[in-house]
T-cell receptor, first 113, second 115 residues
Framework: GENVEQHPSTLSVQEGDSAVIKCTYS??????FPWYKQELGKGPQLIID?????GEKKDQRIAVTLNKTAKHFSLHITETQPEDSAVYFC????????????FGIGTKLQVIP | DSGVTQTPKHLITATGQRVTLRCSPR?????VYWYQQSLDQGLQFLIQ???????AKGNILERFSAQQFPDLHSELNLSSLELGDSALYFC??????????????FGPGTRLLVL
């Protein structure tokens, strides 16, 4: 089955610096890669996603890159702000008769003011 | 706000008991997914329903069951509860089930504590 590895598990950055979270996946059939942000006491919220026919996608301060050959994808947050502090999950999705989504273990990001 | 609602928000019960968690998907979404989130396990997929029918099973215990009703809301039933069942339970919904690029939208979760 699919295995998604995510690192680092925790990340502390100074406000204004960039943060990078990396994920690798094992199933070559995976072709959809969403990223979720989970704030304390809330459910995961989709912040950005990328499909396999695209190498990079950007939305304001957030960007995601995908390298299908190497089976890894990354989340980049620039000009971090305290409100970016949360747990971030990567996920990989493949069609197996149903949509099988496998999540990474999560990265706890702390932005220090 | 994702548009997915879950009740109750918190649930405290005793070992051996049975509880029911409820989820209403976003308007127009036909698929409902249930996940369990515990500290050491991350987000674990339990089960998916599409338009009233079970579509996929993940790591769901035999003590757990779910269903999706004609109005598309879903219930997750947890029975013979054990201490280890204490976790956050999330419901997510998506438009369909056949696309391999369905975006899932998560509800706020139900925090279950088994004492």
């Amino acid at each position: 089955g699919e295995n998604v590895e995510q690192h680092p598990s925790t990340l502390s950055v100074q406000e204004g610096d960039s943060a990078v979270i990396k994920c690798t996946y094992s199933d070559s059939a995976s072709n959809y890669f969403p990223w979720y942000k989970q704030e304390l006491g809330k459910g995961p919220q989709l912040i950005i996603d990328i499909r396999s026919n695209v190498g990079e996608k950007k939305d304001q301060r957030i960007a995601v890159t995908l390298n299908k050959t190497a089976k890894h994808f990354s989340l980049h947050i620039t000009e971090t702000q305290p409100e970016d502090s949360a747990v971030y999950f990567c996920a990989a999705s493949a069609q197996r008769g149903y949509q099988k989504v496998t999540f990474g273990i999560g990265t706890k990001l702390q932005v220090i003011p | 706000d994702s548009g997915v609602t879950q009740t109750p928000k918190h649930l405290i019960t005793a070992t051996g008991q049975r509880v029911t968690l409820r989820c209403s998907p976003r308007s127009g979404d036909l698929s409902v997914y249930w996940y369990q989130q515990s500290l050491d396990q991350g987000l674990q997929f339990l089960i998916q329903y599409y338009n009233g029918e079970e579509r996929a099973k993940g790591n769901i215990l035999e003590r757990f069951s779910a269903q999706q009703f004609p109005d598309l809301h879903s219930e997750l039933n947890l029975s013979s509860l054990e201490l280890g069942d204490s976790a956050l339970y999330f419901c997510a919904s998506s438009v369909g089930a056949t696309s391999d690029q369905e975006t899932q939208y998560f509800g706020p979760g139900t925090r279950l504590l088994v004492l």
